[in-house]
């Protein structure tokens, strides 16, 4: 269920506009400036900052200053500051939604580093950077194979829950008249943990009162724990 997670729908109205997903595509390879993102993306620099805003009061990004090798003052980057996973799930008998925080170093650079435009770098031979081109990406390549690998076991397992919920709920449906018992019940089978009276009432949208008095009645009949 996405309820435990508060962040789960601003993160998803984030996405749902197409701009926006374009900045953190283009901010996955290297810190910009917004104009750099202003030209990239071909949105005038205005809605790039708002944007750029609502992104980094969400916290998936970071702005820094950094000093140019132009006779200017110093630009401010964009960069990412957060990396997520997310993953949804819909099927005929359940909905899981789930953002998880990806520990380890996101940034390109330091804030304190040197100016991005900086002359003052060492440039490696061009064979070394073949080989680090080259061993790049077989080591990306065996990771794709294995995560799609992962990828599809997860399909696999998804498709065997939503036959085992297929089932029970049909037990459910014909053994159960009463709406609210049916949705205690389905709310039990999908959480992994125990629910409590107050967390129930929240996600069914009923009062704690005629929940406990529900509860009662099916745990007596069934002989389980659901609270």
Known sequence: MSHDNPEIGEFLDLLGNNTRRRILESLTNEPKY???????????????????????????????KAKSNLAAPDRKYFQLNRSVYLSIGITGNSMEIKMENIKGPNKIRSK???????KEVSIKKDKEITDILKNTKHKLELLAKRMQELEDEKIHLLK??????????????ESLEEDLARRILYSNLISREIIDIEELSEILNTREKEIKIVVKSLEDRFSVDLI
């Open 112 to 118: 304190n580093n040197m100016a991005i435009e900086s």
């Open 160 to 173: 065997e829950k939503q036959q085992i919920l297929e089932i029970t709920h049909q037990v459910i449906r």
């Open 34 to 64: 917004f104009i750099q993102l202003s030209k990239e993306i071909g949105v005038s620099q205005q809605a790039v900052l708002k944007h750029l805003f609502l992104l980094e009061n969400f916290g998936l990004i970071e702005s820094f």
